[in-house]
Every structure is written in C-alpha cells, then in structure tokens.
C-alpha cells in the first residue's frame, strides 16, 4: 500500500509567524515604532519623549483627544505610570460604511526613570494633546561640580 506525499498546508501559516515575530523582535530591540503592537484588540500605546538634564527628568507623552482629568500619574519606586482611556465618539451616519482609523481604549504606560527623583516635586501639564511630566531630582542623585585648588 503506497502513500502519497501530500502539502502540508500548516506551513505558510508557521512562515508568516515567524515573519512577524522577527519584525516585532526587530522594532523593540533597536527601538522602532512599536506603536501598531496590540493594535488587533484596539489597545494603543502613546509614543513618549524622555529627557534628563542635572536637575530634572521630563516625559512627554503624545495623547490627544483625552481629557486631562482621565489620567492617572503615579511613581512606584524609579518608575513613572501613566494610565488613561481614550473613549470612542459614537457617531451615527445614513452611510453604508465609514473609515475609522484612529485608535480608542485604555492604555497603560510604565517608564523606568534613569535617576531617583523627589516625589514632592513632580509637575504634569496638557497642552495641545502633549502631556508633559516634569520630576526634579533628589539632591542626593544631583551632580556636584568639584572645583581643584592649585596649590
């Protein structure tokens, strides 16, 4: 009794798998956009700007459309959280369909702070969709310049 060799059809399947597994790979390690991930079950995540001079570190967070009362901020050690939720505008058209590209739902993002930083001291502004997290620094982890005498 012979058997025929036959396609398995589970292959092309595996192969783009593990394409997209690679370009995920790709985009976190070498720090691309990794803005579309989760983006099949409605989650987004909003890009950041992180910076740090001597005295304070400063988060930028891009989240337009969200009003500045539905943000939660809070620190846990030397990480910053920022939660929030962008809710959907219900709109009803006479229309067969309709484009909808933007994205909705809640978002949650947790930062690793370079430096500990006093939590008395921490200011958040929104201005034009731009969140701005300012946190000074603990004098202890402030630079102190050290002048040599001559002698």
Request: glycine share 8%; charged share 35%; no cysteine.
């Amino acid at each position: 009794m012979a058997r025929e060799i036959t396609k398995w059809t589970l292959l092309p399947t595996i192969s783009s798998l593990q394409s997209e597994m690679n370009r995920m790979m790709d985009r976190f390690f070498r720090g691309g956009d990794l803005s579309e991930l989760g983006t099949e079950i409605g989650a987004w995540i909003p890009p950041i700007d992180l910076s740090e001079t001597a005295e304070k570190i400063t988060v930028k967070a891009e989240i337009p459309g969200i009003d500045p009362k539905e943000v939660d901020i809070s620190i846990q050690g030397d990480t910053l959280l920022i939660k929030g939720e962008k809710k959907e505008e219900k709109e009803e058209k006479g229309k067969n369909y309709y484009r909808m590209e933007r994205r909705y739902g809640g978002f949650s993002r947790s930062i690793d702070l370079p430096s500990s930083v006093d939590t008395n001291k921490v200011t958040a502004e929104y201005k034009n969709g731009v969140l701005e997290i300012t946190l000074q620094k603990k004098e202890a982890v402030k630079p102190k310049q050290i002048s040599v005498k001559v002698s």
